[in-house]
Structure formats: structure tokens, C-alpha cells
């Protein structure tokens, strides 16, 4: 285990992790919603620092990021957790399971970055996906540091639910991400995420300023798909900038939700949409 960042502590060894907007109150023993941090004699812990659960060459445009380093590829890597319990995710077996693990510290990683960068001149660097890497913290930002002492880029692919002291500090070694939007609406979030949309959009415009940001919004049948809806997102992404690139992506049923695949007519209609306000938007799935 590894000491995590941000938290108090508080009577009777009660800890409060500062991580995320949802400032877990852990007694010892006892592990947040993200299930990765916990509380252990009266200091919070990393659970899962340093265990990936996933390792892979990509290519850049499948994170996706379309128009950073197009044609390259990126060294990705996930661990497991995460702090939102969304009812259709599509990497359940690692964000709300516990896989298979293999250890990597961080030089390794970066290590592993630069071999494959003299090997295959089109890697870039790494991306920290799969699972949510915010809830992977520390050992994102002693691996980011690292990958970049190497002359290499680092890429984060996220639901950008944490706080700003602690994405500030992250955000210098960072040098895109893709942000995970998934609807346009507080109760969307509340019911089906079980987290919040303001923190969100607050964090796009910090991410906007700092970093390539594209957004992906997963379209989901009668839940998040109104051209009304979509049109909304898209227009508040223009007001921070109207070259941000939007992914609008195709569900399929997955882990708890059944309803079936968004239609095309669907997508078609939230691209038009979205097309109203932003310069580049992207479907996704189809």
C-alpha cells in the first residue's frame, strides 16, 4: 500500500478523503466509494498504487483523441476503481470488479514508454485509462512525472470527478485528455452516475485552459439522447472554445443497463445537433 494524498483526519481516527467531490468519511478499516482508498490504522492508503490491470499499445484515436498527434499510438495503462457507479459502464470488469493485477512502478512504466518509442517511432508517450485514473491518483502523478522527465507525453482519459487543488497539481504533466461527459443533466448524474455534473463542467474549463481537451458523451437510448440535451452540452463546450472536439458515441447494452443500442436516426440527430455550436464533432460506434 501507498500513503494517498488529500485527506483529513478527524475524532476517533475518522478519516475524510479530499480527493473527489464525494469526501468519503472513512472509520479504520473502511475503504471510499471509489473502493481504492482506505482508511488503514488511522492513515489513508492507495489500494490499488503501482497494480495495472491492463497494458496495451493504442492507437492515439482510440482513447479517442482525434486531433492530438493523429496517426501515433500511445503506451495505455488501467488499474481498477472508480468513484462513479454508472449502470451501463463499459469496462465494469475493472472499474467495479477486482482484476487480475500485474505490479509496475512508475520508472518501469515510463521506462517501458521509451522502449517502445525507439522501437515503434509512432509512440508517444502514455495514456492512463480503462479504469478511472483520478481514483489511481498518486501513482498517475509519479508515473506522469516520470514520462515526462523521458520527453514523452501523457494522456488522461477520465470522468474528471475530483476536486481542484488535487487536478491542479496534476494538470502540469499532463498533455490531453478526453473527458467523459455522460449527460447534460444533474439528475442523470445523481441517478444513474451517483455523482455530480457541476464539478464536471468546472473542471472542463480548468482542463481547457492547461491541456488538449476533447469530451466524449456516451449517447444512450431515451436517457441522454435528446438533440435538445446534446445541443446544450455542445453550446456550453463552444462558449470555452468552439474548436474543442466533441465524441458523440453509440451505447450498447452493458453490465446493468439493457436498453437497446441507440439508434442511428439518434445519433444522427445529436450530431446535427452539437454540429449547431462546435467546429468538430465525431460519431462514434456506428
Request: glycine share 6%; proline share 5%.
Amino acid at each position: 500500500m501507498h500513503e494517498a494524498k488529500y485527506y483529513t483526519k478527524g475524532q476517533n481516527n475518522i478519516l475524510e478523503c479530499l480527493l473527489c467531490p464525494h469526501h468519503c468519511h472513512m472509520a479504520d478499516g473502511q475503504v471510499g466509494i471509489c473502493r481504492v482508498r482506505q482508511n488503514n490504522g488511522g492513515n489513508l492508503f492507495s489500494l490499488n498504487y503501482g497494480l495495472c490491470s491492463g497494458l496495451a499499445l493504442d492507437p492515439i484515436e482510440k482513447k479517442p483523441l482525434q486531433h492530438f498527434h493523429p496517426g501515433s499510438s500511445v503506451l495505455s495503462v488501467g488499474s481498477f476503481g472508480c468513484n462513479f457507479r454508472c449502470a451501463y459502464c463499459q469496462n465494469w470488469s475493472i472499474s467495479q470488479a477486482e482484476p487480475v493485477t500485474r505490479p509496475i512502478e512508475p520508472g518501469q512504466l515510463a521506462d517501458m514508454a521509451v522502449d517502445y518509442h525507439t522501437k515503434h517511432a509512432e509512440c508517444i508517450g502514455v495514456a492512463y485509462t480503462y479504469s478511472e485514473p483520478l481514483v489511481w491518483y498518486e501513482y498517475v502523478l509519479d508515473s506522469a512525472r516520470e514520462v515526462r522527465r523521458r520527453g514523452l507525453v501523457n494522456v488522461l482519459v477520465t470522468n474528471g470527478y475530483i476536486e481542484t487543488e488535487p487536478l491542479q497539481a496534476l494538470l502540469p504533466y499532463i498533455d490531453a485528455i478526453n473527458l467523459d461527459v455522460k449527460a447534460y443533466r444533474e439528475d442523470f448524474y445523481r441517478n444513474i452516475c451517483h455523482g455530480s455534473l457541476q464539478h464536471v463542467l468546472r473542471n472542463a474549463e480548468l482542463m481547457a485552459r492547461q491541456c488538449h481537451l476533447e469530451v466524449t458523451t456516451l449517447v444512450i437510448t431515451g436517457q441522454n439522447d435528446s438533440p435538445g440535451e446534446i445541443a446544450k452540452l455542445a453550446e456550453f463546450l463552444a462558449k470555452i472554445d468552439d474548436g474543442i472536439i466533441l465524441h458523440l458515441t453509440r451505447y450498447f447494452p452493458n453490465y446493468k443497463m439493457e436498453l437497446p443500442p441507440t439508434s442511428l436516426a439518434s445519433m444522427d440527430a445529436a450530431y446535427r445537433a452539437a454540429k449547431e455550436y462546435l467546429k468538430f464533432v465525431y460519431l462514434g460506434n456506428v
